[in-house]
T-cell receptor
Framework: EPEVTQTPSHQVTQMGQEVILRCVPISNHLYFYWYRQILGQKVEFLVSFYNNEISEKSEIFDDQFSVERPDGSNFTLKIRSTKLEDSAMYFC????????????FGQGTRLTVV | QKEVEQNSGPLSVPEGAIASLNCTYSDRVSQSFFWYRQYSGKSPELIMSIYSNGDKEDGRFTAQLNKASQYVSLLIRDSQPSDSATYLCAVRGYSGGGADGLTFGKGTHLIIQP
């Protein structure tokens, strides 16, 4: 059973368009994260979300990106004005239960910008 | 700039043998260390976490941490063909708290030969 459920599994968008990736936690946790992995490259941290606020963000997470928890449950990652180099797998992860420093990943959304 | 280095491989190991995977990290104050397994096209799956110097065993897996040498390793005993995957080393920053993002290495591609 996945720790979080991500939708869609694959998204194709035209360059310059906005995309919204969604993450649905299976149960209540305090810590959530977004990571991305460009094909053939390492997994990269984008942003962490704690107690409904952004806690930490990387240099990658610039003004093109935003995160929200619009209904108190689902998480969204919005990418504005997509570029070809935004093509990647985007993973949502949740913090661990007893040991909050562990991260458990969802199945990912493959974003293809054409 | 935090760096996590791994030999990209491929590392080829006969079935039933011990596979040894290594990782070094640059940030001396890192507190939490993780090994993830990633099958091609899938999301990272947490297999081990370690926080203190020494060895930690879980089934066929043993994680080893040496903070003085900034070195983490993973041993897989009785290797099985299903262990063939890319193994990612990940490190969490100095505060060790759950909100910090993980820094990943590029991963070692492990092949278990039947």
């Amino acid at each position: 059973e996945p720790e979080v459920t991500q939708t869609p599994s694959h998204q194709v968008t035209q360059m310059g368009q906005e995309v919204i990736l969604r993450c649905v936690p299976i149960s209540n946790h305090l810590y959530f994260y977004w990571y991305r992995q460009i094909l053939g490259q390492k997994v990269e941290f984008l942003v962490s979300f704690y107690n409904n606020e952004i806690s930490e963000k990387s240099e990658i997470f610039d003004d093109q990106f935003s995160v929200e928890r619009p209904d108190g449950s689902n998480f969204t990652l919005k990418i504005r004005s997509t570029k070809l180099e935004d093509s990647a797998m985007y993973f949502c992860a949740r913090g661990g239960g007893g040991r909050v420093t562990e991260a458990f990943f969802g199945q990912g959304t493959r974003l293809t910008v054409v | 700039q935090k760096e996590v280095e791994q030999n990209s491989g491929p590392l080829s190991v006969p079935e039933g043998a011990i596979a040894s995977l290594n990782c070094t990290y640059s940030d001396r104050v890192s507190q939490s260390f993780f090994w993830y397994r990633q099958y091609s096209g899938k999301s990272p799956e947490l297999i081990m976490s370690i926080y203190s110097n020494g060895d930690k065993e879980d089934g066929r897996f043993t994680a080893q941490l040496n903070k003085a040498s900034q070195y983490v390793s993973l041993l897989i005993r009785d290797s099985q063909p299903s262990d063939s995957a890319t193994y990612l080393c990940a490190v969490r920053g100095y505060s060790g708290g759950g909100a910090d993002g993980l820094t990943f290495g590029k991963g070692t591609h492990l092949i278990i030969q039947p």
